[in-house]
């Protein structure tokens, strides 16, 4: 009987990592706004700026992390990174200030740069070549089942208070990631292996093998990758659409509360049906995203979106609220693992955390943005529906940014320097 390729083993820790790191704290966050927001005094704008800071943080140590993910492999940065995060979460539990909870925020994102979404990608894309954005979209599951287990996280803060929450959650995370961290490799030469699962003779050069199975064209350079057209547009898209996916995450709950009337335990049980109907979305991309143009399935993403936030903004009656979750699920779920598998599509994996890493920098407009434009209008105006009416005209227009995205041939030459 064949064994389980150990990619597969790879994908599925990956999976339960996002999950753990979802529900603690990524999409929990906005549940822990509407109570510190009270409880503490805080405006909603210098709680979006926590948030905030840990994409900065990302998307500015990002080429670094990426230069030295593609020269050393993401293992050791991942062990590093739960601890981290773990411990950030006990910190924040003991925060007594704003400064105190931006500092204990600013070890959180730290964590999350090194053991998040952007090292398990790294880690992935290395494993998988044609299975590729069925092997990320795996991961993905692990975001949509930590969103889930948001009304928990709400219900503990409900129950016992945000800090005694915040504290069980990094012991929590501790016991359980740190363990799961031992299990990932570098490559798949690691374990006499190639990408997808094939592996070697006895006594073969796994490097060897792993080349003759690779098409016969030649991988960017992380120089040669940002001199394109697609690296920009590819960059653009994504930030747009994060616009979306970081609003969401930080004040849709605080929205449905105090704009729509609804209790904390039933908003955050939007955030759920947001990720029931981002489940429907990675099942969709598991099935069609090695087989149609990821470009154009991204664009069509982004319009809904644009329909699904205008929805939000606009809401009535549950029934807008709830194609708003479908729309918004849907469209995260299938667009978000093309990502990064696009951009392994089109410069090929050799300098993949480099090229992430510089396009990440790009990303952090959405990153920032998502969480501070509604923030800051709803302090202006008293409610978040003048922020995400804008945020879905963003969307919109990043729409168009992925239908000019179109793969740029490979580099002729051999490049000189593959740093």
């Known amino acids: ?31 822990y706004v509407a109570v510190l927001a009270a409880d503490m005094g805080w405006s909603k704008t210098s709680l979006s700026g926590a948030a905030a800071l840990q994409q900065m943080e990302t998307a500015l140590l990002g080429p670094l992390i990426g230069w030295a993910m593609d020269r050393y492999g993401p293992r050791r940065f991942i062990r590093a990174g739960v601890l981290l995060l773990g411990l950030g979460l006990v910190a924040m539990s003991r925060a007594q200030s704003l400064a105190g909870f931006y500092g204990a925020f600013a070890v959180i994102a730290l964590g999350a740069s090194l053991a998040g979404f952007f090292p398990l990608n790294v880690a992935i894309i290395h494993w998988f070549e044609r299975k590729r954005a069925r092997a990320i979209s795996a991961l993905s599951f692990g975001l949509a089942v930590g969103g889930m287990l948001v009304p928990l996280v709400a219900a503990a803060i409900d129950a016992f208070g945000w800090r005694r929450t915040a504290l069980a959650s990094g012991l929590l995370y501790l016991v359980l990631a740190v363990p799961l961290a031992r299990v990932f490799r570098d490559r798949p030469a690691d374990v006499g292996a190639v990408a997808d699962g094939e592996r070697t003779a006895p006594g073969a050069d796994p490097a060897a093998a792993r080349a003759g199975a690779r098409e016969a064209t030649r991988d960017f350079t992380w120089r040669e990758a940002i001199a394109t057209r697609a690296f920009w547009l590819l960059s653009l898209g994504h930030a747009f659409a994060l616009f979306a996916v970081h609003a969401v995450l ?13 209790p904390l335990a039933a908003a955050a049980s939007v955030v759920t049906l947001v990720t029931v ?6 099942a969709l991309g598991w099935a069609i995203g090695d087989r149609f143009d990821k470009r154009l399935l991204c664009a069509g993403c982004m319009l809904a979106h644009a329909s ?43 300098s993949i955390g480099m090229i992430l890493g510089l396009s990440f920098m790009v990303v952090l407009v959405g990153q920032v943005g998502g969480p501070m434009i509604p923030g800051l209008l709803a302090d202006a105006t008293g409610d978040y529906r003048a922020g995400f009416a804008l945020l879905a005209a963003l969307a919109g227009i990043g729409s168009v940014f992925f239908l000019l995205a179109k793969k740029p041939p490979r580099p002729a030459r051999a490049p000189r320097d593959a740093a």
């Open 250 to 262: 930080v004040h849709a709950i605080v929205h449905l509360r105090d704009s729509l009337g609804y």
């Open 1 to 31: 009987m064949r064994r389980i390729f150990y990619g597969w083993k790879i994908v599925g820790t990956g999976a339960t990592l996002q999950a753990l790191q979802a529900a603690l704290i990524g999409h929990a966050f906005g549940a």
């Open 277 to 282: 109907a981002q489940v429907g979305g990675i």
């Open 308 to 350: 699904g936030l205008a929805l939000l903004a606009f809401a009535q009656n549950a029934a807008m609220v709830a194609a708003f979750a479908l729309l918004h699920g849907v469209a995260w779920g299938l667009r978000g693992p093309f990502m990064q598998a696009i951009r392994a599509d089109y410069f090929g994996p050799s």
